[in-house]
Structure formats: structure tokens, C-alpha cells
């Protein structure tokens, strides 16, 4: 990196050895905290993060390990895997556009074996419901709000639907007929 900036010197000042000295040592000052910072990328990188990495990315970020409730069957403080979980769904939500796509959109990143159908009642309430195969502790969060961003002053109702939610004349991997669908 040091050259490329060196060789973009006017020759006014190119000929000059102290200067050219005196920029060397600037740049190569500079090209350690480059260094540091591109091994902040490798080190953190939210997939690859584990422990005390995850605990600091969680800083940044701006979610805990520790649930601010105690879920059934699981301890209040959550595992890497499901601290990077919900450390993807804050983010998400940090960058969320208020659009209905857009949050299926990012609930499909976080659960791609899941679908999210979600209707606005038009009246500050939201009915979000989750279909597919889901286990408690996901379904503790996504009650507890830390799956699904919430518009502010918007009551939102989640449910979960292990199958396909019944719908007439309708097949998709989310609705299904009398033989596949559950009435909500």
C-alpha cells in the first residue's frame, strides 16, 4: 500500500529524499492500523464470532446474551448459536425499511425453512404468523420481540403454525387446502 500512495507524488516533490522519508514513516504508521482494522473483520465476523467476540459484537450491536425473560425449558442466558440469532435479527432490524416485504424479507434470511405471513388490520395492530417448523425457544423470542422488528405504537400478535395455514384455492408452501391447512 505504501508504494501506490509513494508513486502518486507529483515530481515536484518526488525528488526530495526527506520528504519522501518523512511520508514513508506516516504511511507505514497508517498501514498498521489498516492492518489492524482489515483483522477486525476476520475476527469478528459475526459467523464465524464465538464467545467473548459475540459477547462485543452484542455491544456494538446493542443486544445482550442475558433475555430480559426467563424461557420455558431454557436458560436466560443464550448459547452462540442462538445469540448470533438474534444478534442477526437486530441488525436486520436496524436496517429494516418498514415495509411489509421488507420484514418478510429479513425474517427469510433468519429462517429460510419458515414463512412469515403478515397482515395490518389497519387499525395499530399487526398479526404475524410464523408457519413451519419451529422449536420453543424461537417461538419465546419471536413473542418477546426479538425476531421481528415492531413498529412503534403497532401492536403486534404473533402465532406459529407448524403446517400451512388453510386457505381455499390456494397452494403454496405457506397455505394449503382442507387436507394440509390449519384455520388461525
Known sequence: ???????????????QPKYMAMLSVYLEKLQHVVNILNAWNEHFHLEDAVGNQLDMLGEIVGRRRVLNFQPEGYSARLD???????????????????????????????????TLVLIDNQD??????????????????????????KPEGVRLHVTTIQNKIFAYDRQTEAFGGYDEGEWL
Do not use: C
Open 1 to 15: 500500500m505504501i508504494e501506490e500512495y509513494l508513486d502518486v507524488i507529483t515530481s515536484e516533490h518526488r525528488e
Open 80 to 114: 452462540d448459536e442462538n445469540y448470533r440469532l438474534i444478534l442477526k435479527a437486530k441488525i436486520l432490524q436496524n436496517q429494516w425499511d418498514g415495509t411489509i416485504a421488507g420484514m418478510q424479507e429479513m425474517f427469510r434470511s433468519i429462517f429460510p425453512d419458515q
Open 124 to 149: 395499530m395492530t399487526m398479526r404475524a404468523t410464523v408457519v413451519g417448523p419451529a422449536d420453543s425457544l424461537q417461538v419465546q423470542l419471536l413473542n418477546h420481540g426479538y425476531i421481528l422488528p
